[in-house]
DNA sequence: TGAGCAAAGTTCCAAATCGAAACTATAGGT
DNA sequence: ACCTATAGTTTCGATTTGGAACTTTGCTCA
């Protein structure tokens, strides 16, 4: 079975996961909640490669989670925004913080 | 960058997704909150494969996530079950739940 | 006894996805 | 006219996945 064979699942965590499931995605969507907006911003942050960051960018754009907003200016140069049904995602992103400090502490290299 | 690098990264989030930052992951602990246990129920429930249920399961009781206990009488037979660190990623499936419920409505086929 | 069955993987191969790096296209600046 | 910044796209080899068959060990029941 593919995952995004997901999205009709009978069960809400399934759908929800075939648009968020995926760890670089997450990462994206961190980014989003911390300000970033553009797109080499994702590429370093997050440290996917372009090729990733670019499909990810797509389906959050097409699931409505972010909005893409070309600069009025320029043509090229845009921002990905939170939507508010994005905004509501922030609790888990909140469980994960949570968890990941309390459960992965950060090994920093003991001094020698 | 692959994602078993993020192990070590600076974010909670990024660390904590580099354990359960998959959707078969994420779905397999969705079982073992609605009380299964068994290898060949992850595969049914989940949809993934034997292979990829397996290897999943793995990272799992390496993470002390789940414990894996032998059946007493037999040797194959055994048990998945949630440690309490574990346990504790439960509000995160919570919010998917809550969020693909209220955002992602299952589309049933209208009667003709 | 021994044939069949269940459980938990493992193995195989083809197909999809990824990582890394180079390449493209367009606008603006100098 | 040329250089830079931005947001991708392309290419190609490596890794991961999907799907199905196969393995191993113990249990059941005739």
Redesign the interface.
Known sequence: ?K?T????N??????????V???WT??IL?DCFQGLSRFDQFVQST???RHVVAGRLKRLVEADILDKRPQATGLKRCEYVLTD?GK??E???R??????????P??RPTKT
Do not use: N, Q, Y
Not at 11 to 18: G, N, Q
Not at 95 to 104: E, R, S, T
């Open positions: 079975m995952w064979d997901l999205d009709e009978w069960c809400p965590i399934a759908r929800t996961l075939s648009v499931g995926d760890r997450m990462l961190r440290g996917a490669t049904k509501e995602l609790p888990a992103l469980v994960l913080f949570d968890w990941g400090k309390k459960h992965l950060i090994r």
